[in-house]
């Protein structure tokens, strides 16, 4: 399977979900099973406490963890769409200025595919950290996913 490089993963989920467009997250690394977005820090996304809305934190975890569903199963879309099934996150302290998060895979994605390939429709985690620019971790995210098979 070829490597998906950011440019692709960046472009397909700008052009597939506009939100992400809006609240315009950076997409600074991508590797199979991990992804690191950065939200630049805009007043008009700010809470009334100055920092980043709970929503845009809840918004760059949930497209952190598409980044990663999409680089490493592009190759499985003619075939399965991915769905988020769903989400948990925690808010641990304030967020203030830009932030970070990294999503990981929670299994390997050749098991994921061999899953599909074998007739099932499988789910899968993908763990979110949230960071401030000083390193402390301000939410944690786990988002559900699937792959369904397209009829």
């Given at each position: 399977?070829?490597?998906?490089?950011?440019?692709?993963?960046?472009?397909?989920?700008?052009?597939?979900?506009?939100?992400?467009?809006?609240?315009?997250?950076?997409?600074?690394?991508?590797?199979?099973?991990?992804?690191?977005?950065?939200?630049?820090?805009?007043?008009?996304?700010?809470?009334?406490?100055?920092?980043?809305?709970?929503?845009?934190?809840?918004?760059l975890a949930e497209t952190a963890s598409g980044a990663v569903v999409i680089g490493a199963f592009m190759?499985?879309?003619?075939?399965?769409?991915?769905?988020?099934?769903?989400?948990?996150?925690?808010?641990?302290?304030?967020?203030?200025?830009?932030?970070?998060?990294?999503?990981?895979?929670?299994?390997?994605?050749?098991?994921?595919?061999?899953?599909?390939?074998?007739?099932?429709?499988?789910?899968?985690?993908?763990?979110?950290?949230?960071?401030?620019?000083?390193?402390?971790?301000?939410?944690?995210?786990?988002?559900?996913?699937?792959?369904?098979?397209?009829?």
């Amino acid at each position: 399977m070829a490597t998906v490089d950011l440019a692709t993963v960046r472009n397909a989920l700008t052009g597939l979900v506009p939100f992400v467009r809006l609240i315009g997250p950076e997409f600074l690394e991508h590797e199979e099973g991990r992804a690191l977005l950065r939200q630049p820090d805009r007043e008009e996304l700010h809470n009334h406490v100055g920092g980043p809305h709970a929503g845009v934190l809840f918004s760059l975890a949930e497209t952190a963890s598409g980044a990663v569903v999409i680089g490493a199963f592009m190759d499985q879309l003619p075939i399965a769409t991915p769905l988020a099934v769903s989400a948990d996150i925690r808010y641990l302290k304030l967020a203030r200025g830009e932030v970070t998060a990294e999503a990981l895979l929670s299994r390997p994605a050749a098991d994921v595919r061999a899953e599909l390939a074998d007739g099932g429709r499988p789910e899968f985690d993908v763990a979110v950290t949230i960071r401030r620019a000083d390193g402390e971790m301000v939410a944690e995210m786990t988002v559900r996913w699937t792959l369904r098979p397209n009829d």
